[in-house]
C-alpha cells in the first residue's frame, strides 16, 4: 500500500499472535468507516506480528494505507509481547500513542475520537479504555462451557457489529476491568492512550517480563503511566471486546488461571516490588452513554454486588 504522506496525530501500537481472523476484526474496528470521527490521515496503526508461524495473509495486513505491519519470525521474537510492542512504539511517528498489547481486542466506534478529545484537554494525561469478553460469561468460564471462534463468529454476525458496534455490549460479559462498574480504578487496560514522549520518559514496557501473554507487564506499565500521569481519564460509553483465541488467560479454565495468576505475580514481586494501587484521586470519568451501553449497565443492576459505576460493599 501507498505510504501516508501527513504525519498522523496519534500511533496505535498494536500487537498479535497466532490470530489471524481475530486482528483482522480488531484492524476493521479500527478504521473509518466504523470508527467515527476520525479519518486515515489522522493516525496510522503499527501492527507488530509477535512470533506467528507464518505472516499475515495480505488482504489482513494491508487492509488501510494507515497500517504498517512488522513480522517478526519465531526466531526472531519473545513468548511475552513487552519487546513487541515497545518495537511498535519506537516504529511510531504520532504524538500520541495507543498500545494495544492483545490483537484480540475489538474497539467500539468512538474509542479514537474520544481519547483524542480528552487528550487535548489534559496533554499530560492518559486516558483508559475499560474491557469486556464477547460471549456469555466472563471466558475462561464460557470457553470450559464450550464457547469457541465459531460461537462467537455467530454473535457477531448476528448483530452486524460493522454496522453498530456499540452492539457488542450487547453479546459481551464483564471482565475484571468491569464486573463492578465503571468508578473502581483499574488495574490495567488494553487499549491505553498517552503521550509518545511519555511512553518514552517511562522506558517501555519492562521485556524482563517472560512469560507467554506477559504475565503482569501490561498491570506494571499500567501502574507506573498512571503514577506519572496528572489525571487519568475512564472512558465512559466505549470499551474493547476480547475475542476468544486461546490467549494465555482467557484459555485457561479457571483453576489453571488462578495457578497461572500466581505464578505471574511472583515473576512482578521478583521483579519490581509490589505494583502500587493507582491514585483514585487522579481518575475521572468521561465520555457519553449509547443506548446498548445502558443496555449493559442495567444489567449489572441486576447483580446483587454491583452499582451502575462502582461497587456495593
Avoid at 139 to 153: I, L, R
Avoid at 154 to 161: F, G, K, Q, S, T
Wanted: charged content about 20%; proline content about 6%.
Amino acid at each position: 500500500m501507498t505510504p501516508l504522506t501527513l504525519q498522523p496525530k496519534l500511533s496505535i501500537a498494536l500487537v498479535c499472535y497466532e490470530m489471524a481472523a481475530q486482528v483482522e476484526n480488531t484492524l476493521r474496528s479500527l478504521l473509518p468507516p466504523y470508527q467515527r470521527g476520525i479519518t486515515t490521515a489522522d493516525y496510522e496503526i503499527v501492527l507488530v506480528d509477535n512470533g506467528s508461524a507464518n505472516p499475515l495473509p495480505e488482504r489482513v495486513s494491508t487492509l488501510s494505507p494507515n497500517i504498517r505491519y512488522i513480522y517478526l519470525s519465531p526466531e526472531k521474537s519473545k513468548p511475552s509481547p513487552a519487546m513487541a510492542i515497545n518495537q511498535a512504539a519506537a516504529a511510531a511517528c504520532g504524538e500520541w500513542l495507543a498500545l494495544m498489547i492483545d490483537g484480540a481486542r475489538m474497539v467500539t466506534p468512538g474509542v479514537l475520537s474520544w481519547a483524542l478529545r480528552l487528550l487535548e484537554v489534559a496533554p499530560h494525561s492518559i486516558v483508559e479504555v475499560r474491557g469486556w469478553h464477547l460471549g456469555p460469561k466472563f471466558q475462561p468460564e464460557s470457553v470450559a462451557e464450550g464457547y469457541d471462534h465459531e460461537a462467537e463468529a455467530r454473535l457477531l454476525d448476528r448483530i452486524d457489529w460493522l454496522e453498530n458496534g456499540y452492539r457488542l455490549f450487547d453479546i459481551s460479559s464483564a471482565s475484571a476491568q468491569t464486573r463492578h462498574g465503571m468508578s473502581e480504578p483499574a488495574s490495567e487496560s488494553n487499549c491505553l492512550f498517552m503521550a509518545r514522549k511519555l511512553f518514552q520518559q517511562l522506558g517501555g514496557m519492562d521485556e524482563r517480563y517472560k512469560h507467554p501473554g506477559g504475565g503482569f507487564v501490561n498491570i506494571d506499565f499500567f501502574s507506573r503511566a498512571a503514577a506519572a500521569a496528572e489525571r487519568i481519564w475512564t472512558l465512559l460509553g466505549e470499551g474493547t471486546f476480547h475475542q476468544v483465541h486461546g490467549g494465555a488467560a482467557t484459555g485457561l479454565t479457571m483453576t489453571q488461571l488462578r495457578t497461572q495468576i500466581a505464578t505471574w505475580q511472583a515473576e512482578s514481586l521478583q521483579l519490581r516490588g509490589r505494583i502500587p494501587a493507582v491514585d483514585r484521586q487522579k481518575c475521572v470519568l468521561a465520555g457519553h452513554l449509547p443506548e446498548e451501553f445502558l443496555r449493559w449497565l442495567g444489567r449489572v443492576l441486576e447483580q446483587p454486588t454491583a452499582a451502575v459505576f462502582g461497587r456495593v460493599e
